[in-house]
């Protein structure tokens, strides 16, 4: 099972050994500040915005259609920006860090 840190809007990291699911329901289940989930993962809010850092870009993969319209109302969106609830953690994730987004 995969390792996953977050790194909190205050600076703040949490670690998550052994982590299933997707950032954001792992997020959640940890109690990651920062990670609301409002719509319950459907990709139909972006209160699980998290960037990934650009070495991590290509293994965690490009947004789908439905999940980049919604980072296209973001201001501060850019090419890191991700919705958690998009990013399944693999084995080939671990070891992934991400910054949460402020709500």
């Known amino acids: 099972m995969p390792t996953v840190t977050y790194i909190e809007p ?3 990291r949490i670690t ?3 982590a299933e699911g997707t950032l954001m329901e792992i997020a959640l289940d940890n109690d990651v500040d920062g990670i609301e989930g409002s719509c319950g993962g459907v990709c ?9 850092p650009q070495e991590w870009r290509e ?3 490009k947004t789908n259609p439905a999940e980049q319209d919604l980072l296209d109302f973001k201001v501060d969106a850019d090419e890191s920006s991700r919705l958690g609830c998009q990013v399944e953690l693999t084995p ?3 070891g992934l860090v991400v910054q949460v987004e402020k709500l």
Do not use: M, Q
């Open 10 to 12: 205050d600076g703040n």
């Open 16 to 18: 998550i050994e052994h």
């Open 44 to 52: 139909s809010c972006s209160t699980c915005h998290v960037r990934i």
């Open 59 to 61: 293994k965690v993969g």
């Open 92 to 94: 080939e994730l671990d």
